[in-house]
Nanobody
Framework: VQLVESGGGLVQPGGSLRLSCAAS????????ASWYRQAPGKERELVAV????????QYADSVKGRFTISRDNVKNTVSLQMNSLKPEDTAVYYC?????WGQGTQVTVSS
């Protein structure tokens, strides 16, 4: 079983990034998926959730209107489109599905 994130990096405030997470080793389409983040010195925070079919999504108040979670059950991927990024979005971002976690990808928002 693997969840592998990609797409992190350094971006200026107001910029955009798209994170992707590729799932393998289990029937991804049967499970919801989520993105979490953890900033230095802070607890891990739930960012966005999507149901198994993608019909329903939910977001943390801090990212609502700026981030969009989506999934492709043919490609077994879940993505997080992040727009209007702020310095406080700087964190390691993790995807999770079923009980599995990826290794994380660093997002740094700085000028």
């Amino acid at each position: 079983v693997q969840l592998v994130e990609s797409g992190g990096g350094l971006v200026q405030p107001g910029g955009s990034l798209r994170l992707s997470c590729a799932a393998s080793g289990f029937t991804f389409s049967n499970y919801g998926a989520s993105w979490y983040r953890q900033a230095p010195g802070k607890e891990r925070e739930l960012v966005a959730v999507i149901t198994s079919t993608g019909a329903f999504t939910q977001y943390a108040d801090s990212v609502k209107g700026r981030f969009t979670i989506s999934r492709d059950n043919v490609k077994n991927t879940v993505s997080l489109q992040m727009n209007s990024l702020k310095p406080e979005d700087t964190a390691v971002y993790y995807c999770t599905s079923r009980k599995y976690w990826g290794q994380g990808t660093q997002v740094t928002v700085s000028s």
